[in-house]
């Protein structure tokens, strides 16, 4: 198993999201570890799925 791509990282107020290849930040601040986000960058990356999951993310919020 490689390296992930994808981490939750802790940050002052929450967590943000590492992207390891391109070395930045990827995505908002979120308050909880966006672990279901996460799995599904490092795996399927089905885009509806990643919406759908940043958008109850950002609701959440709110």
Do not use: F, Q, S
């Not at 995505?27 to 990356?45: F, I, M, S, T």
Request: charged share 40%; net charge positive; proline share 3%.
């Amino acid at each position: 198993m490689g390296r992930r791509r994808y981490v939750a990282r802790g940050v002052p107020g929450g967590y943000r999201i590492w992207d390891n290849k391109a070395r930045r930040w990827w995505g908002d601040l979120y308050e909880l570890c966006p672990d279901d986000l996460l799995d599904e960058l490092n795996g399927a990356r089905d885009h509806d799925e990643i919406t759908a999951l940043l958008r109850r993310y950002r609701a959440m919020r709110r």
